[in-house]
């Protein structure tokens, strides 16, 4: 059982950074991804980016690639989100999730069976 507490959201300006932080408590297996999705209201959750634990190989969604960059520190068990050139469309509640295997690939959201409560980002026009 993994279990995961997102931080680090609020609200700044277009073209602010922010950074999100995931705390995972539980054991990561190194076959595991960990990821970043997001929530608009009334819309569906959308992959952001994910990681695996071990080669550390990267996903992006296209909409955040060059923008946005995920890490993360295995021995603290966190895995961040750095969010720059932020823009309104970004707004969203952000989710941690972790997948232990990933039937549907790393980027779909049906892969993930662990997910944080949320933390909301607005970024203002």
């Known amino acids: 059982q993994v279990n995961l507490v997102e931080s680090g959201g609020g609200l700044v300006q277009a073209g602010a950074s922010l950074r999100l932080s995931c705390a995972a408590s539980?054991?990561?297996?190194?076959?595991?991804?960990l990821g970043w999705f997001r929530q608009e209201p009334g819309k569906e959750r959308e992959f952001v980016a994910s990681?695996?634990?071990?080669?550390?190989?990267?996903y992006y969604t296209v909409s955040v690639e060059g923008r946005f960059t995920i890490s993360r520190d295995a021995a603290m068990n966190t895995v961040d989100l750095q969010m720059n050139s932020l823009k309104p469309e970004d707004t969203a509640v952000y989710f941690c999730?972790?997948?232990?295997?990933?039937?549907?690939?790393?980027?779909?959201?049906?892969?993930?069976?662990?997910w944080g409560q949320g933390t909301q980002v607005i970024v203002s026009s």
């Open positions: 999730a972790a997948a232990t295997t990933t039937p549907w690939g790393p980027t779909n959201r049906r892969s993930y069976d662990a």
């Open positions: 990681v695996h634990w071990r080669n550390n190989k990267k």
């Open positions: 539980g054991t990561i297996y190194s076959q595991y991804h």
